[in-house]
């Protein structure tokens, strides 16, 4: 007997203390937009608010959509009419359950009824009708086949009762908000009553805001801050062994977005130019240290099934051929032109410099413009002000949603390009049913983004996170966001 309590003590010893009543603090570089989920739409708030805000599906860490608010769907054969059954007992984080009625606020809210701005372009486009059969069951009846829209069902439920999301947001996540000081930090903490039982394993998590890389490294050997998503590769080798180090593609596309109503940008001939001019291998080797995956398109090899292979090489570096170009559109000389790039992302500063030495090869001369992430969001995102911009678009979990962005009509073509071949392909795409067809499609329409140079598709950066060496159960989704509810303290 007293040699099994001896071996009871030593596999006791051995094994790591898991510490639930703990606290992380994770460095984010910017302020979320809004904290109201139907406004958002930088992915820093989608990183962190991930933890708070559920729909009636939700991503897991292999891309794949599976039941959160709804405890079960169905579609039917037609694809028009989705069927979901509300997941039983499911609270809010104000202690209140969540009805079926909550459910068809948030999405008719976002899809505008009685008269009301739609919030999502996407749900107004596509949603007919939103009803509740019975107290447990609501129906979402489409206007038209759309086979990715499921992934839409992502969007967060929100308390039809709560009548400021924006100050007061209120979800079903691991997590509830706790507190925003803007400039400063953003807290949530554990929700008690969350229907997955085990999770989170952590009592808070203080999402740090710091925009400058240097000093986020120095909190992080202080030990100020626990997590560091996205570090600097740069700063890699001044890491102890306290840290460990995880590293991936992201599913994201870095590129030079060329805002086709510019008068030099809106000719092909010059996006040319640009392409052939700009080293993608020069900026992953000078800017990542050679952690990036060149790209072609606005698609990441993450994206397997849908990555259309052979594009990154498309343009091969070649300055006689850009300047020919050039002087082929009337710029044989060059001309001068602005970069906005967003001050909080040094990694697309760095680019715009290494860009704009690239550029004078062929007479471009290029100034970089730093503006704060707010004036980016507002000036260069939402109102197309600008010539151009370096940025990293973060992946979504289908093909349409990463390449409607494109779409003539899309309220967030910020590049304001307009291809109608390109219009009626993505139109087929989306209700296509036979997938390999849709998957072809949906090749055809990288093929066209290259083709007619509409950015510089330049990489997918890739994650690196550093954090403390206790730190256990992170997992990488290839989606922009710190799923914090599986994180754990080991000592």
């Known amino acids: ?34 904290l109201d989920p139907h406004k958002a739409a930088a992915s820093g708030t989608e990183e962190m608010m991930f933890n708070v805000f ?20 169905s579609v039917s054969p037609d694809g028009l009419v989705y069927t979901f059954k509300l997941r039983k007992g499911i609270k809010f984080h104000n202690g209140a359950l969540v009805t079926v009625d909550d459910i ?36 979402v009846s489409m206007k038209e086949l759309n086979t990715s829209f499921i992934t839409n069902f992502t969007v967060a439920i929100i308390p039809k009762n709560n009548t400021d999301p924006n100050k007061n947001p209120i979800g079903t996540g691991p997590f509830k908000f706790k507190e925003y000081l803007p400039g400063q930090r953003v807290v949530i903490q554990k929700f008690n009553d969350y229907w997955k039982k085990g999770v989170p394993m952590i009592d808070e998590v203080e999402f740090r805001i710091i925009t400058d890389d240097q000093a986020a490294l120095l909190a992080l050997l202080s030990g100020e801050i626990d997590m560091s998503p ?10 102890s ?13 870095q590129l030079l977005a060329l805002n086709h109503q510019n008068k030099y940008f809106s000719d092909v001939r010059v996006r040319q130019a640009i392409n052939y001019a700009v080293d993608k291998d020069e900026i992953i080797n000078a800017v990542a240290l050679g952690y990036g995956t060149k790209l072609g398109s606005n698609m990441s090899p993450v994206m397997k099934k849908y990555y259309r292979e052979g ?24 001309f001068r032109t602005t970069i906005t790039v967003p001050s909080n992302y040094k990694f697309h500063v760095d680019t715009a410099q290494v860009i704009v030495e690239q550029l004078k090869k062929i007479g471009i001369i290029a100034e970089i413009e730093q503006v704060e992430w707010g004036v980016w969001l507002e000036r260069v995102y939402a109102n197309r ?3 151009s911009t370096i940025i990293g678009l973060t992946g979504k979990l289908s093909a349409y949603d990463i390449l409607k962005r494109y779409v003539s009509d899309f309220s967030r073509n910020f590049y304001n390009y307009s291809n109608p071949m390109y219009d009626e392909i993505i139109r087929k795409a989306v209700k296509e049913t036979d997938d390999a067809k849709a998957t072809e499609l949906y090749k055809q329409a990288q093929d066209i983004l290259t083709k007619d140079a509409v950015a510089v598709y330049i990489m997918d950066p890739n994650f690196i996170n550093a954090m403390k060496k206790e730190i256990g159960g992170y997992t990488v989704y290839p989606l922009y966001i710190q799923d914090m509810s599986v994180i754990y303290i080991a000592k």
């Open 230 to 239: 996205r570090i600097d590769v740069l700063q890699l080798d001044l890491l």
């Open 241 to 253: 062994d306290n840290f460990q180090v995880i590293k991936s593609e992201q599913n994201m596309v």
């Open 54 to 73: 559920e729909g009636l599906l939700k991503a897991d860490s292999n891309g794949n959509v599976v039941p959160a608010v709804a405890e079960r769907y």
């Open 1 to 34: 007997m007293k040699k099994i309590i001896l071996l009871l003590l030593v596999i006791m010893i051995m094994l790591p203390v898991f510490i639930f009543s703990a606290k992380v603090v994770v460095r984010v570089p910017q302020d979320p937009d809004f």
């Open 385 to 387: 002000k600008y010539e």
């Open 104 to 139: 068809i606020y948030s999405l008719d809210r976002l899809r505008g009824v009685n008269n009301e701005k739609p919030l999502s372009s996407t749900f107004s486009s596509f949603i007919k009708d939103v009803k509740a059969t019975d107290k447990e069951t609501v129906v």
């Open 311 to 334: 594009l990154e090489d498309y343009y091969q570096t070649n300055i006689t051929k850009a300047k020919e170009l050039l002087r082929q559109a009337g710029y044989p000389n060059g």
